[in-house]
């Protein structure tokens, strides 16, 4: 019996707390921005601090002119865990639902991590007209499905680099060191997930077999494998000059160690999510030397010197919130899609989701990622120059323990540097 | 001087547990009140309840009958740690007939059903004379492994699954017809348990060997308790398709294997009623929780674990005892 | 290749063996089922990465101190949760995964996420092994499997200790009426087993970063081998470990990675049914299937 005293006074104290915390009406209220992500995840924390330090530099100015009266921003964030393996896609949705229903937001930000999730998503975004600015999944199918159907999906815009423009910058990076280096052996590594085989298969189709790479070997792994070994004694044994990986997960982090250890004679040149941040350095001991990897978006903790707003918001995010940008995908578009958002409402004078939507697919702005504008699937265009559309940054650690851009071109800070034991062939 | 507490059937409960002709309404409502308030409430529930909570109350059904049907399991003497399975190959099914086929969620639901019980129970047919542990360890797996499979040969969507389901029709056909389906479960197969078939299958679970003795095929029943069990959970997994109008890898995620056992835990063992109840107390208590975060699921285990180590009976059988019986105070003879 | 793919699987088997054996100690040996495994194992590496860079201890003391905490915490929940519902299987696995999830998702909470969270090779280099590259970790891995394993053996078999613990798993009550206090034994294998997690953390964490989700991975690894081994037997699950171990290697290299996790639960589920009491269990029969 003493325990279920204990526990009764423990529900009443849980009870307690949710209706004092549970926010009253407010005099002016303020215009609701959700943000339904996994927050448990790098990617999915990184955003939210991204969106909420947006959010203060637009109060700090007064907020968003609605009508006659300047409103302010307010973000509720609701943790929907769609990456962590093993939970059921309907639990995200009725995270996404509970977030539309309860806290009523004029518009979401960040949304879902898996491709999977984002398109099960779309109908109940669809079915609510909630105006969603998605940044880290990452699948083209939802393009797809809003030009399929635009008066229906109109709602959901995507500020990220999707899985089309990701095969630009890897097509890009491969074409510049096969003209560099000569190199023309690839071993393809990938995740098991959506986003991570689209990219090697489009990748392998569009660039690879049409420039006369030989691609040695392709491989995706399931979500949670430690062990790289074969992967990479199959590179040594082949020969291939180059290790193009497709990775999101923790776990890809023993790729890197292990690559390092076997000492492959290869270039690892590709996307593996814990060499993003410039802690990498110090989490693999100074061991990365070469490595090339490709941050999705300029902003998303790497910043140029030729984009100045890519510079400020990595130095006003350290300062806000005392630590260093790790994530290389996600943070700079999250910060964005705020801003694009208050724009938008500004311009259409009104909280309507259709007339959001419509100034939405107006935008034209020079943001921390370069200059955004929506196709006609809702997808911000990425391009090599940053006047003209959004950019991505391929980056290479060097000794140093820095990191310098080497493509594209126009930004680039340096030319990329072959590691030891891999020599040019030309 | 030393006392003893002492437990008393209620006079009510004596004269209306044993003599059929009932006399009076106060002994009728008294019979009739513990079944008719769960039935009223959630028949009005719904019309009380937002578009939101109403979800919530859809996922409380889902979960009642996955809990119920663990149970029945359970009271056969199959603890199984993969209810995720049934729930699976019913969302499975009826995704597959609907997205290729295009059959109507109103055919495609019984057919996911009752050919989703039966690949269950030729799945788990050639493990059925496992007992105890082992049997839970093999359940525990084949999810597991048709997860793996599916993201290997990429069958049916892969890892993607498939979109684009039709609806059902409302949401309230949806609401009412999982709890409407729910009732018949809960106290049809009650009713069921307490007939002679169920006590053979209860027999089955407190020892099988002297089942064996009195001349019954207990892997026969078996395979039915296993068919009834697998096609409630088929069921379940067919509805949540249609409602959510997605079927995927997810489907057979530990969650469902995990919650229905939790529910039973809360609710009670072994009376289907707990089953039930451990599910309306549970679903709710973590979307209430969902503001937390993730550390709504920190205490969702901590709740977990006071209540196994607390009272592990289970709610129902507590309430029940309250309901029928009181307590006293008496001294200890010498 | 082939050479390769063998020095590799062999160091995959001590890897699963080191995972197992604390799984197999706690559950094999003295009948308590202790789901909260895996994340007794991603608590001892926080636990390591805490001491170091928050109160600068060095790396050897941390990983001493992280031992010592997480079997102090195993026997704890013993005392605390499991003595409570000891017996009722069932409780007990929900209870302590329960618990399990508890932690792992603190964690995950607290922003114990991310690629700094990771611990240091003990030796940060490689050596040629006939051909093939290997880091010394993963050497050391293997020599502390090898110490590990001998010194299990040699406590279950010659000290007083060990052979209540194996009494306690043979039979709980003829042990009793020999003194063997089997409450004590049970917080001590809980313990015992906890301090083993945190051991094969502490070794094969090295190699890559912690992170809540692992714990769920360990459970299942842990489980998945000591199945096939057959519960309580330390041979057997050596002899799994072994079985696994090359299974998913050879498959990875010679088929293609999307398949091992399919041979090795094929794997379980094919002993389970032909052989529930695993391939060198000595449970009795009757108990196992009718």
């Given at each position: 019996m003493k325990f279920s005293k204990f526990f009764t006074v423990c529900m009443l104290h849980a009870l307690l707390f949710f209706f004092i915390f549970t926010p009253g009406v407010w005099a002016k209220k303020p215009i609701v921005i959700g943000v339904p992500t996994s927050i448990g995840f790098l990617e999915g924390k990184e955003c939210l601090k991204s969106v909420q330090l947006a959010v203060e530099e637009i109060n700090e100015k007064g907020g968003v002119k609605v009508g006659n009266e300047s409103r302010m921003l307010k973000v509720e964030s609701l943790d929907i865990r769609d990456a962590a393996p093993g939970v059921p896609v309907p639990e995200a949705l009725l995270g996404i639902e509970k977030l539309i229903l309860e806290k009523k937001p004029t518009a979401l930000v960040v949304g879902p991590f898996r491709s999977e999730a984002l398109m099960a998503a779309m109908d109940i975004i669809a079915k609510y007209k909630v105006p969603l600015l998605g940044t880290i999944a990452m699948s083209p199918a939802s393009e797809g499905k809003i030009k399929k159907n635009p008066e229906k999906y109109k709602y959901i815009f995507r500020l990220c680099l999707n899985a089309k423009y990701l095969v630009k910058y890897l097509a890009g990076t491969m074409g510049f060191i096969n003209s560099q280096f000569g190199f023309n052996k690839v071993y393809i590594m990938n995740q098991d997930v959506a986003w991570a085989r689209k990219t090697a298969e489009i990748v392998k189709k569009v660039y690879f077999d049409k420039a006369g790479w030989e691609v040695v070997g392709m491989e995706s792994y399931p979500t949670g494998t430690s062990d790289f070994s074969s992967a990479l004694m199959k590179v040594k044994a082949k020969g291939a000059q180059v290790i193009l990986p497709i990775f999101d997960m923790p776990q890809s982090g023993i790729l890197v160690k292990q690559w390092n250890a076997m000492k492959v004679p290869s270039l690892m040149a590709g996307f593996i999510s814990p060499l993003a941040g410039p802690s990498a350095w110090k989490t693999f001991n100074k061991k990365i030397e070469g490595a090339i990897n490709v941050n999705f978006e300029m902003g998303s903790a790497i910043s140029s010197d030729k984009i100045p707003l890519?510079?400020?918001?990595?130095?006003?995010?350290?300062?806000?919130?005392?630590k260093k940008l790790e994530a290389g995908h996600g943070p700079a578009p999250s910060y964005e899609s705020v801003y694009l958002l208050a724009e938008a409402i500004e311009r259409a004078n009104s909280l309507d989701p259709d007339a959001i939507v419509e100034e939405l697919e107006k935008t034209d702005r020079q943001g921390v990622m370069g200059r955004i504008k929506f196709d006609e699937g809702h997808q911000t265009v990425y391009d090599m120059d940053p006047d003209k559309a959004?950019?991505?940054?391929?980056?290479?650690?060097t000794d140093a323990g820095k990191r310098t851009i080497v493509f594209p071109p126009l930004i680039a800070e340096g030319k990329i540097k072959l590691p030891k034991g891999l020599a040019a062939v030309k | 001087m030393k006392k003893r507490k002492e437990r008393i059937d209620r006079g009510?409960?004596?004269?209306?547990?044993?003599?059929?002709?009932?006399?009076?309404?106060?002994?009728?409502?008294?019979?009739?009140?513990?079944?008719?308030?769960?039935?009223?409430?959630?028949?009005?529930?719904?019309?009380?309840?937002?578009?939101?909570?109403?979800?919530?109350?859809?996922?409380?059904a889902v979960f009642a009958l996955l809990a119920i049907s663990w149970d029945i399991l359970a009271q056969t003497g199959m603890v199984s740690l993969g209810q995720a399975l049934f729930f699976g190959v019913g969302a499975y099914i009826t995704g597959a007939l609907n997205h290729y086929w295009g059959v109507p969620p109103f055919i495609s639901i019984p057919l996911a059903t009752i050919f989703g019980g039966i690949i269950c129970t030729l799945m788990l047919l050639p493990v059925l004379r496992l007992r105890g542990i082992y049997f839970s360890m093999v359940t525990l797996i084949i999810p597991l492994m048709l997860v793996r499979v599916i993201e290997a040969t990429k069958i049916f969507g892969g890892t993607e699954g498939l979109t684009g389901m039709t609806p059902l029709p409302s949401r309230w056909v949806e609401v009412y017809l999982v709890i409407g389906i729910m009732l018949v479960c809960l106290f049809g197969f009650r009713r069921m348990m307490d007939s002679d078939y169920g006590l053979v299958l209860r027999g089955i679970c407190d020892n099988d060997r002297s089942v064996i003795n009195a001349g019954i095929n207990i892997y026969w029943y078996k395979t039915q308790a296993l068919f009834i069990a697998s096609s409630i959970g088929a069921f379940a997994g067919a509805l949540m398709t249609h409602v959510y109008m997605f079927v995927g890898m997810p489907v057979f995620a530990l969650d469902y294997s995990i919650f229905p056992i939790a529910a039973v835990v809360v609710g009670g063992p072994g009376t289907l009623a707990g089953a039930t109840l451990g599910?309306?107390?549970?679903?709710?208590?973590?979307?209430?929780l969902r503001g937390f975060g993730g550390l709504r699921i920190v205490f969702y285990g901590i709740f977990l674990v006071v209540f196994t180590v607390a009272i592990p009976e289970g709610i129902f059988p507590y309430v029940q005892r309250k309901y029928n019986e009181f307590e006293r105070w008496v001294e200890v003879d010498k | 290749m082939l050479i390769g793919t063998i020095i590799y699987a062999l160091i995959n088997s001590v890897i699963l063996c080191l995972i197992a054996m604390g799984f197999n100690l706690t559950f094999g040996i003295s009948g308590v089922a202790n789901f909260a495994y895996g994340a007794f194992y991603i608590l001892s590496a926080y636990t390591t990465w805490i001491m170091i860079n928050s109160f600068h201890l060095p790396y050897f003391l941390s990983v001493i101190f992280s031992i010592i905490f997480t079997m102090a915490l195993g026997a704890l929940m013993y005392q605390v949760v499991l003595k409570r519902v000891r017996g009722q299987a069932i409780s007990e696995v929900i209870a302590t995964f329960a618990i399990g999830l508890s932690i792992l998702e603190l964690f995950r909470y607290f922003g114990f996420v991310g690629f700094e969270y990771n611990l240091p090779p003990f030796i940060d280099a490689s050596v040629v092994i006939m051909g093939t590259y290997v880091d010394v970790q993963r050497i050391i891995i293997v020599i502390a499997g090898i110490i590990l394993v001998l010194a299990l053996w040699f406590f279950t078999h010659n000290t007083s200790l060990g052979l209540a613990f194996r009494g306690i798993a043979q039979d709980e009550r003829t042990a009793l009426t020999f003194g063997i206090d089997s409450d004590k034994i049970a917080t001590l294998a809980v313990s015992i087993g906890a301090g083993f997690a945190a051991i094969a953390a502490s070794v094969i964490i090295p190699l890559g970063t912690i992170s809540p989700s692992d714990g769920y991975d360990i459970l299942i690894k842990a489980l998945a081998v000591c199945i096939i081994g057959g519960l309580g037997s330390t041979g057997g699950v050596i002899f799994a470990s072994f079985l696994i171990g090359f299974a998913e290697r050879f498959t990875d290299t010679f088929i293609g990675s999307h398949w091992t996790m399919i041979v090795s639960l094929a794997a379980i589920l094919i002993v389970l049914i032909v052989k529930p009491s695993g391939l060198f269990g000595k449970q009795k029969e009757l108990?196992?299937?009718i």
């Open positions: 890519s510079k400020t918001f990595v130095e006003s995010y350290e300062k806000r919130w005392g959004a950019v991505a940054a391929v980056v290479q650690w | 009510i409960k004596a004269r209306s547990g044993d003599i059929f002709a009932l006399s009076s309404y106060r002994e009728m409502m008294y019979l009739s009140a513990p079944r008719f308030v769960p039935i009223i409430g959630f028949l009005i529930l719904p019309l009380l309840l937002g578009v939101y909570w109403q979800k919530v109350l859809l996922s409380v599910a309306c107390l549970l679903v709710p208590l973590s979307e209430a | 108990e196992e299937r």
